[in-house]
């Protein structure tokens, strides 16, 4: 009888494990194409970068000490990010949670900026519509935005769902798949940074 029990747990663990397994790998798959996304954002901008139409070049919208804190702001949360992720492994679920918070305030604070930055640009008058180079610049800075939006969204319903289940194998893949979401889009950013911003201003 007891050995049936342990096989049965047995069991019902290589079958958690497989799953979370899966799960993972599937995660990969995506953030894979999500990667070909943003080569193919990231090649369009170096083809119309010079396609400026009489109108500003990346020079003339660049805000570079206001953009080298946006970035500080983003790699800082992908330590905390980092340090929610040792917790988990220590089974503190209230350490998980309050890195989980810390990363979703530096994470709005991130949106926020950018925001602001294409406020300041629109009320400039440089517009997506004004020239080949600013739609590619819109569309790339735009699309990182969007996924860091998401990214804090899914902060949020990660926080409620330890708060409500705790640090149950099924949050601790998610928690897993949320974590390797942001660190893609810190690296995504860092591409930005460095080959628009800081290459444009050179």
């Not at 330590?79 to 350490?95: E, G, I, P």
Request: glycine share 4%; with cysteine.
């Amino acid at each position: 009888m007891i050995n049936k029990f342990i096989s049965n747990d047995r069991e019902q663990f290589e079958e958690t494990h497989d799953s979370s397994n899966n799960t993972i790998l599937g995660f990969w798959i995506y953030l894979m194409s999500d990667c070909i996304l943003f080569a193919t954002l990231f090649s369009v901008y170096f083809v119309l970068k010079d396609k400026i139409a009489l109108g500003p070049s990346i020079k003339d919208i660049v805000n570079l000490p206001f953009i080298l804190l946006e970035t500080f702001i983003l790699l800082f949360s992908s330590l905390t990010c980092s340090q929610a992720m040792y917790s988990m492994k220590k089974d503190k679920k209230y350490q998980v949670n309050f890195w989980l918070i810390l990363t979703l305030i530096l994470g709005i604070l991130f949106i926020i900026m950018e925001y602001s930055e294409f406020l300041h640009l629109y009320m400039l008058g440089f517009k997506p519509n004004c020239s080949a180079f600013l739609s590619s610049f819109f569309v790339l800075i735009a699309t990182h935005g969007i996924h860091v939006a998401t990214g804090t969204l899914w902060l949020l319903l990660m926080i409620f769902h330890i708060i409500l289940n705790g640090l149950t194998t099924i949050n601790q893949t998610r928690l897993h798949c949320l974590s390797l979401f942001w660190h893609f889009l810190d690296i995504i950013w860092i591409g930005v940074f460095t080959l628009v911003y800081l290459m444009g201003t050179l």
